[in-house]
């Protein structure tokens, strides 16, 4: 028997986790800058829903976009020039950034106490996608202690830093990557799946009676948005869109809402 765990209403749950920051700010002044580098269509969607989620929670959201050929002294001297005026703000950097940037350097420049997507290695913030997902289980009331969680994907951003938190939250965590031998294996013997690959199609839903996380961001031979899985009829996978990504975006929000309550 499937256990049906995932398929509550993402939109729906999203609406009210907004609503909550809302009431949890309630109107405080609380600021984001946006670093965006050059001019990636892609980026300029995501920037738009920041500055429109923001707005619905009351936070102002400002983008700060340079062009593509800026160096990476010019940003880090944009992004130290508005701390100083602005301290008190929250700050992120729009990926991705073109191939000449050093983003490590970048990323050194976001102020430690505003880091709200938690991109420096010692953020006291957890990064938005995984923190939406494991926020999302617990609205499911998903019982991690004990499952056998299979993570496909060990990025900086989604795959190791769930895997981390999923670990803390006493699941047995297997995380699988390009190299790892047999994955099918590991997909059978898990009891919640999670995919953060890329590649649309790398699993196959038809044959898998679990829940599945997807987390991928593909576009079908349509130019459709879809995620990693195919074959999802019928089966308890969350959705893309209307999934994952609406879990980040709140999670940002989250985040800010933090800050301004440690401040
Ligand atoms: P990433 O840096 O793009 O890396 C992809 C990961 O998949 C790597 O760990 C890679 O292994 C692994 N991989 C590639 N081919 C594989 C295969 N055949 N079998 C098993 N593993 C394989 O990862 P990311 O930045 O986390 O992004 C992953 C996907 O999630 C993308 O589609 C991205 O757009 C999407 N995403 C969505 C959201 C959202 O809010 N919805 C947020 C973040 C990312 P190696 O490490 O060995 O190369």
């Given at each position: 028997m499937m256990e049906m765990t995932l398929l509550k209403d993402i939109k729906q749950y999203t609406k009210e986790?907004?609503?909550?920051?809302?009431?949890?700010?309630?109107?405080?002044?609380?600021?984001?800058?946006?670093i965006q580098i050059g001019d990636n269509e892609?980026?300029?969607?995501?920037?738009?829903?920041?500055?429109?989620?923001?707005?619905?929670?009351?936070?102002?959201?400002?983008?700060i976009k340079l062009p593509a050929e800026v160096t990476t002294?010019?940003?880090?001297?944009?992004?130290?020039?508005?701390?100083?005026?602005d301290p008190e703000a929250a700050m992120m950097v729009q990926l991705p950034v073109p191939a000449h940037i050093d983003?490590?350097?970048?990323?050194?420049?976001?102020?430690?106490?505003?880091?709200?997507?938690?991109?420096?290695?010692?953020?006291?913030?957890?990064?938005?996608?995984?923190l939406?997902?494991?926020?999302?289980?617990?609205?499911?009331e998903y019982d991690l202690p004990g499952k056998n969680v299979t993570i496909i994907g060990r990025s900086d951003i989604v795959g190791k830093p769930l895997a981390q938190m999923m670990t803390d939250a006493d699941a047995t965590v297997t995380l699988c990557h390009s190299k790892t031998k047999s994955l099918w294996l590991h997909v059978e013997t898990a009891d919640l799946i999670v995919s953060a690959v890329g590649?649309?199609?790398?699993?196959?839903?038809?044959?898998?009676?679990?829940?599945?996380?997807?987390?991928?961001?593909?576009?079908?031979?349509?130019g459709?948005?879809?995620?990693?899985?195919?074959?999802?009829?019928?089966?308890?996978?969350t959705p893309v869109p209307g999934g994952v990504g609406l879990l980040t975006r709140c999670a940002l929000l989250e985040n800010i809402v933090r800050m301004v309550e440690e401040r």
């Open positions: 986790w907004k609503a909550s920051l809302r009431d949890r700010l309630n109107g405080q002044a609380a600021t984001i800058y946006i892609a980026s300029n969607r995501y920037v738009r829903n920041k500055i429109k989620d923001c707005e619905e929670v009351g936070i102002e959201a400002i983008c002294e010019d940003v880090q001297e944009v992004m130290v020039k508005n701390y100083m005026a983003l490590d350097k970048v990323i050194a420049a976001i102020p430690e106490k505003g880091d709200v997507d938690g991109m420096k290695p010692l953020s006291k913030f957890k990064p938005c996608t995984p939406g997902i494991m926020k999302y289980l617990e609205h499911c590649k649309r199609g790398i699993l196959n839903c038809y044959a898998i009676h679990k829940p599945v996380i997807d987390v991928g961001i593909n576009f079908d031979e349509n459709k948005l879809c995620g990693d899985c195919i074959n999802t009829e019928g089966r308890d996978v």
